[in-house]
Every structure is written in structure tokens, then in C-alpha cells.
């Protein structure tokens, strides 16, 4: 479902401030994979994403998703097969909007727009049913600025819309990083529900090696714009922080990892 081959990006390109953030990286990620990505600050975790989702164009090599390359599609066009939830809440919904609308806008972004905003009572009524997946009693606040909203409803409202669609791969960037502990630990419940209920694709970008190890079938450790640990299958299920972190030590040459990573 994404192939990921030979990508190289650098930064300031030809100037004495010239970074390679991403280094030579590959990866092939099957249909229904949810892999987990860890790293330190500059590993190069986000930009990997950034260059999936459209808002890097890389240096170098190549991105396909179901075999269409994608390598040089704008952005916006990227919308249609790909859903993304980024870590500030705010930046995944429309503040200023009812809760009903940030929805539609959401549930049409395949499709042509026009001026007519309106809701048939049809569409209305499947935007309650996904509501109450979220089981957060949003289903009643269809007309509800979502400004109103708390942090983690926002988030759990923005995890709802990028699902919606059913994306060929899900993007999520550290997106219970603002969150608190509590609030987290139920947004990372309801997104290991929509992944496995509707078998998606999905790239999960964390600091923390707790959550790395605890979700999805599959975890990468990055490290200087290389993948330094690629771990799947009954090796991963029988992963622990400090098995990781010695397999980190021995692969990458280094002990240096933040308190973060293992917090």
C-alpha cells in the first residue's frame, strides 16, 4: 500500500547551514500494517510523514501509494487517499464552524464543492452514528462550535474525520502529545479501534517507546535520518523497553536516548 525508496531530504541545500535530515530511507508497508515510529528530536520521524502527506517535497526518491507514485502530486491532491492528525488539536478542525460542518468538509474532500453547504437530514444522520463511536456525547452537539470543544474531543473529532473516508494510509503525527495522560491513553484506544476496524494503513509518529511497543504490528527506531531498527511479528510482541534499548545501543552504536523516549 506505500512504498518508500531510496528518499533523501536536505535542508538548505548548497549552504553552510545544509542538512540531510532524511538519509537513503526504505520501507514497504503492506495493506492493514500500522507501524509505529520512534526517534529522538531530528531523527527525521516527522519529515518522513511531511514527504508522505505532501508538505516536503524530497530531495530524492520515491513515494506510491497502491502503486500510483506520488513522488511529485501537490498537497491538496493528496487529500482524497490520505488522512493525517497532527499533534496540536487545534490544527485538525475549524474552530469557527459547527461540528456538523468541520464533518462535511471532511466527508466531501473527494468530492466537488460548491457553494451549497447545506446538510441533507440523510448525511446528518450518519454524522450522529460516527459520533457515537467516539462514545463522548458529540453526537448531540452537531450544532456546536468546535472551538467549545476540549483538547482531547477535538482530537478524538479529528482522528473520527480522517478515518471517515476510509484513507488507503493514515498519517499520525505525535498526536497525543498535547494531550494529557488520561486524555491520551483514550485517544490511543480509539485509534487502535478505527485502524483495526477498517484495516487501515497507517504511519504513527511517538516519542514515547511505551506506545511504540504497545501499538500496531510493527515498530521503527529512526536516528539521524536513517532507520537504524525495523521490528515486526512475534519479535515485536515480545518487545520491552530495555530489550529496545539495548537493540538500539547495539545497532546505532550509541546509549544516547532522552529521558522522553523512555518516559
Known sequence: MLDISALNVVFNRGTVNEKQVLDDVTMHLDKGDFVTIIGGNGAGKSTLLNCVSGSIRPTSGSISIDGKNITNLPEHKRAAFLGRVFQDPLMGTAGDMWLEENMAMAYRRDKRRTLAMG??????????????????????????????????????????????????????????????????????????????????????????????????????MMQGGHIVLDIKGEQKRQLTVESLLDMFAKRSGTNEVSDKLVL
Open 119 to 220: 446538510i441533507k437530514p440523510k448525511e446528518r444522520a450518519f454524522y450522529i452514528e460516527q459520533l457515537k463511536i467516539l462514545d463522548l456525547g458529540l453526537e448531540t452537539r452537531l450544532q456546536t462550535s468546535v472551538k467549545l470543544l476540549s483538547g482531547g474531543q477535538r482530537q478524538a473529532l479529528t482522528l473520527l474525520m480522517a478515518t471517515m473516508k476510509n484513507p488507503k494510509v493514515l498519517l499520525l503525527d505525535e498526536h497525543t502529545a498535547a494531550l494529557d495522560p488520561k486524555t491520551a491513553a483514550k485517544v490511543l484506544k480509539l485509534s487502535d479501534k478505527l485502524i483495526s476496524e477498517n484495516n487501515l494503513t497507517t504511519l504513527m509518529v511517538t516519542h514515547n517507546m511505551r506506545d511504540a511497543i504497545a501499538h500496531g504490528n510493527r515498530l521503527i
